[in-house]
């Protein structure tokens, strides 16, 4: 069974860095999925942030390109996002997934909540 | 960026009854269509990809149509467990897009 569960500090001050790791069990990232990471900010919708895949290759948000960043670590199984620059609006509940090479998500963490306030 | 409206939002049905959640893209995204489902403090579940599709587990009552820029799903026989709000995503183009969400409630 594919598991993802996301990681990270839930509280980050305005202008810093949030960063999160997502750690799969029961697949090998490496094995053909893309992994990528979702916000949903409080009562509204879902946004696609960027997707990276095993080799390194990432597609990013065009509203969010400027700030996010994504890498991978096959060795441990994980997968990370930063996102610089922080500010009120970038709290979220901040979700990982793995992504099909067709664009959908058929597996998805738990999602954590951050918060971005001093 | 392709922007997606779901419509209505928020929708009273009875259990039992059909429900029909509709999504409509702001231009044609072929086939590639998926929607979710989502509880409150749960992870979205997928339902349907690729307009029609069923994902792995999905029970025969959700059904998806479409194609273009229209879209729906339809749940024929309303259960407890569907009471949730639903998500219609397109990925036929980067970046990714989701409509905003019908929240499905009980009436």
């Known amino acids: 069974q594919v598991q993802l569960q996301e990681s990270g500090p839930r509280l980050v001050k305005p202008s810093e860095t949030l960063s999160l790791t997502c750690t799969v069990s029961?697949?090998?990232?490496?094995?053909?999925?893309?992994w990528g990471w979702i916000r949903q900010f409080p009562g509204k919708g879902l946004e696609w942030i960027g997707s990276?895949?095993?080799?390194?290759?990432?597609y990013y948000n065009p509203s969010l390109k400027s700030r996010v960043a994504l890498s991978v670590d096959t060795s441990k199984n994980q997968f990370s996002l930063k996102l610089n620059s922080v500010t009120a609006a970038d709290t979220a509940v901040y979700y990982c997934?793995?992504?099909?090479?067709?664009?959908?998500?058929?597996?998805w963490g738990q999602g954590t909540l951050v918060t971005v306030s001093s | 960026e392709i922007v997606m409206a779901q419509s209505p939002a928020t929708l009273s049905v009875s259990p039992g009854e059909r429900a029909t959640l509709s999504c409509r893209a702001s231009?044609?995204?072929?086939?590639?269509l998926a929607w979710y489902q989502h509880k409150p403090g749960q992870a979205p579940r997928l339902l349907i990809y690729?307009?029609?599709t069923r994902a792995t587990g999905i029970p025969a009552r959700f059904s998806g149509s479409g194609s273009g820029t229209e879209f729906t799903v339809t749940i024929s026989s309303l259960q407890s467990e569907d009471f949730a709000v639903y998500y219609c995503?397109?990925?036929?183009?980067?970046?990714?897009?989701f409509g905003q969400g019908t929240r499905l409630e009980i009436k």
């Open positions: 997934a793995g992504i099909t090479t067709a664009g959908f998500s058929d597996y």
């Open positions: 029961g697949y090998s990232i490496s094995s053909g999925y893309y």
């Open positions: 990276i895949y095993h080799s390194g290759n990432t």
């Open positions: 231009q044609s995204v072929s086939s590639n």
């Open positions: 690729g307009t029609s």
């Open positions: 995503q397109q990925y036929n183009n980067w970046p990714i897009t």
